[in-house]
């Protein structure tokens, strides 16, 4: 595709956009009394208009029924979290049995590592990418600890090569090869959150897998960006939040996946609470802990209402986009015209680096810029200027045109203002 650097082609490309109506769905939110370029859905996805709809259907439901709202009204709250799941399901290519909105991500990554880290004196090594988000480092170091073992020596982190910024998947499968017999689990981000790189997450379990070890991902940055096929793939587990590219509400409800392989096996050891407990004899308030068939037999409170309402009100849009293929589609041009649009600015890899690899179908919707010379004072121009978007020390800009709410005008009209400071 040979795109044009005009004003009125990414004019031109979002009237020909089927998804084009679905930014107004969405608050945008305003800089200076405009619409600002919101580039930042890796980080918090915009609010869905209609998420105020949905939590206050459940506070009225509150409102009127009190307790009875648990098995009341339109949405009664003990079933609430199941409302989810189709949508969900499809999303990351689950089975309904296999996915469940429940937590936060981090909690949910300790709960799927006492699953799936169980080492043993032979078999206790993990495999991570260095530089993983740092919950992610923290998890594992600790669980590493809790099992008694050296992080130093327990956690394998695989790096890009000597001056390269991604990983290539033949070092994976050869680092997963290299450990073999005293590999435990390679856990790994789904879409890499500082370097944009989007994992070969089927190869990566199958070899994983060939090694007697378990494979799970963080799909913080996946989940709602890229098509997934977790099922197919063979992923022992996965999790996720969803207020990034899941547009569900700051540090809402979070997300597992179980391979129904494990999760139907009511012997597979985790740590039980009432909500994972079968659901006919819940309130009973016996003694014996019996899961829930399929990964909803990892719950362990009663459901989170209120973020689950605004979780519903996005996942109901992600519906009406008819799913992933179709943003996937938009995303991949999207982000095409953005690349397009950075490599036209003629600028040296000096002076602006796309560390993200080139390859679409190594990549989501975000693109990494390394600017090593004075890159806070073009994130500060940018902020300035009404462009959202987001800055990891030392030296990264992160943009991430999301399909369902950013125009083709977005991306130019950001691209425009890189020009005026680079030029
Ligand atoms: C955003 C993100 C987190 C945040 O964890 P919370 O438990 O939701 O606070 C963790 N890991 C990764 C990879 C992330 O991208």
């Known amino acids: 595709m040979t795109h044009k650097n005009t004003k ?24 200076n009394g405009k619409d600002s370029i919101y580039l930042c859905g890796n980080s918090l996805g915009l609010m869905p208009k209609a998420a105020r709809t949905y939590i206050e259907q459940e506070l009225s439901a509150w409102e009127n029924l009190g307790v009875e709202g648990h098995f009341e009204g339109k949405n009664p709250w003990m079933y609430y979290h199941k409302l989810s799941k189709p949508i969900l399901a499809e999303i990351v290519g689950g ?17 799927m590592m006492v699953s799936f880290y169980r080492p043993t004196k032979e078999r206790y090594k993990i495999i991570v990418e260095k530089g993983a988000f740092p919950s ?25 090569k000597e001056g390269e910024y991604t990983l290539q998947t033949a070092d994976i499968l050869t680092a997963i090869q290299a450990h073999g017999s005293e590999l435990a689990l390679v ?4 879409v890499q959150y500082y370097s944009g790189q989007f994992f070969d997450l089927a190869t990566i379990t199958k070899a994983a897998h060939s090694v007697g070890a378990y494979a799970g991902f963080d799909l913080a940055h996946a989940v709602g960006n890229v098509p997934l096929k977790l099922h197919d793939w063979d992923v022992d587990f996965a999790v996720w939040c969803s207020y990034k590219y899941m547009n569900s509400s700051p540090g809402g409800v979070a997300g597992a996946f179980v391979h129904e392989k494990h999760a139907d096996n009511p012997a597979f050891p985790r740590f039980g609470g009432w909500w994972g407990h079968d659901e006919g004899s819940r309130f009973l308030m016996q003694k014996g802990f019996k899961p829930m068939q399929g990964v909803d037999g990892w719950q362990l409170s009663n459901a989170t209402v209120l973020t ?17 293929n179709v943003l996937r589609e938009k995303s991949l041009l999207l982000t095409s015209y953005l690349e397009f649009l950075l490599n ?29 010379k004075n890159g806070k004072v073009l994130f500060d121009e940018l902020t300035k200027k009404g462009v959202i978007a987001d800055w990891r020390e030392p030296n990264v800009v992160r943009i991430a045109p999301v399909p369902l709410y950013n125009s083709y005008a977005d991306v130019y009209g950001f691209v425009e203002i890189l020009r005026l400071h680079f030029h």
Do not use: W
């Open 8 to 31: 009125e082609y990414a004019k031109a490309l979002d009237n020909k956009d089927p998804l084009k109506s679905f930014r107004d769905l969405f608050h945008i939110p305003k800089v």
């Open 95 to 111: 089975k309904e049995k296999e996915v469940v909105a429940m937590n936060n991500l981090t909690s949910n990554l300790h709960l």
């Open 136 to 160: 992610d480092q923290y998890a594992v170091e600790t669980q590493v600890r809790f099992h008694g073992f050296n992080p130093k020596d327990a956690i394998i982190e695989l790096a890009p």
């Open 187 to 190: 856990m790994m981000g789904g």
């Open 308 to 324: 689950l309402a605004t979780h519903q009100a996005s996942l109901e849009i992600f519906k009406k986009a008819r799913g992933m």
């Open 344 to 372: 036209d600015l003629n600028l040296s890899e000096k002076e602006l680096n796309i560390i993200t690899p080139s390859a679409p179908e190594e990549r989501g919707c975000q693109l990494s810029l390394l600017v090593n």
